[in-house]
């Protein structure tokens, strides 16, 4: 009966490894990926334009007693 359970779990596993195994193989970086320069580039330019953006000064309402 233990035998039975074991070769249950081994065929399972084999069953999962194999559609890992699959799944894995069919990723593929698409052609229109920009390369890894350019990602950084573009990271750059965007958290230079964020830190811009919060460097601004913000206007102050008027102080009226």
């Known amino acids: 009966m233990r035998m039975l359970g074991l070769v249950g779990l081994v065929i399972a596993l084999l069953v999962v490894g194999l559609l890992m195994k699959k799944q894995t193989g069919s990723l593929v970086a698409p ?8 990602q950084g580039r573009q ?14 000064p913000r206007p102050m309402p008027d102080d009226k007693p």
């Open 43 to 56: 990271l750059q330019q965007d958290i230079q334009k964020s830190l811009d953006a919060a460097m601004q």
């Open 31 to 38: 052609a229109s990926a920009p390369s890894a320069p350019a």
